[in-house]
């Protein structure tokens, strides 16, 4: 071993060019940006969707309807639903956290309670709507209904 077969260790060495250090490494200068332009400046981001000033897809397809940002949308469920989750699991007490536990419901969703099959058991439901059909069929059975 002499002085012309030195080498670092293995690893020991950064192989990635070291930008903005003087004209003698090569990236100096413009610092590999180009010259001039938006893109050559600190602090540039650029838009998501941006497409060097041609007009972007979301603004040239065609829009229509009317989309209300109010609007609430409930994730429903018949009470045939409810009533194989109470025979499964023999519960009385439904609430929507019941029904997450069941994975009926995805977490934060809203939930409306339809009246579409046949309820045979008296139960006590927790939900934030109910159609008219369901609340008749609940209180038939002297069953509760309470919104949350």
């Known amino acids: ?5 030195l080498k670092p260790a293995k690893g020991s060495t950064n192989k ?4 903005g250090r003087g004209q003698g490494s090569g ?3 413009t ?5 001039k332009g938006q893109k050559s400046r600190s602090g540039y981001s650029r838009k998501v969707g941006f497409e ?3 007009m972007p897809l979301q603004r040239r397809v065609p829009k229509y309807g009317f989309q209300n940002i109010n609007r609430k949308e409930y994730k429903a469920i018949n009470i045939s639903v409810l009533q194989d ?3 499964k699991r023999n519960l009385t007490d439904i609430s929507v956290d019941t029904l997450i536990e069941a994975g009926l419901v995805p977490k ?3 939930v409306k309670i339809l009246g579409n099959g046949e309820l045979k058991s008296k139960l006590n439901v927790k939900a934030h709507a109910f159609s008219k059909s369901a609340v008749e069929a609940i209180e038939a059975l002297e069953g509760t209904v309470e919104k949350i």
């Open 1 to 5: 071993m002499d002085l012309s077969n």
């Open 16 to 19: 990635r060019k070291r930008i």
């Open 27 to 29: 990236y100096g200068g």
């Open 31 to 35: 610092s590999t940006r180009g010259h």
């Open 52 to 54: 060097g000033g041609q």
């Open 85 to 87: 989750l109470a025979e």
């Open 108 to 110: 934060n969703t809203l």
